[in-house]
């Protein structure tokens, strides 16, 4: 069974840094992507980022800049570091990974999903 268990939400200040953990167990991941998606107060999923199995990433416009992936393949874990937070990145954040290389924002190649870790960002 494969397992995606993200980590490191909470509440927090406009401005302030959070960094958000997923460990995965049940396969290795060290040479697909891995993502990480959010879903809004809205209830809208948006990508946020990716790394692929070569270590490329990927990030939505909306986070360029302030956030940043990793990956630690011998622990089978990927990273979310997020600096300057705003209120609009208030989301339940959850990682998710592929069957593939490179899967870039198409959430249809990513056929492992975590259930996710909140984050709120007060003004």
């Known amino acids: 069974q494969v397992l995606l268990v993200a980590s490191g939400g909470g509440l927090v200040q406009a401005g302030d840094s959070l960094r958000l953990s997923c460990a995965a167990s049940g396969r290795t991941f060290s040479s697909y992507a891995m993502a990480w998606f959010r879903r809004n107060p809205r209830k809208e999923r948006e990508f946020v980022a990716t790394?692929?199995?070569?270590?490329?990433?990927y990030y939505a416009d909306s986070v360029k800049g302030r956030f940043t992936i990793s990956r630690d393949n011998a622990k089978n874990t990927v990273y979310l570091q997020m600096n300057s937070l705003k209120p609009e990145d208030t989301a339940l954040y959850f990682c998710a990974g592929s069957e593939y290389s490179d899967s870039r924002q198409y959430d249809s190649q990513y056929r492992y999903w975590g259930q996710g870790t909140q984050v709120t960002v007060s003004s």
């Open positions: 790394i692929s199995g070569n270590g490329d990433t």
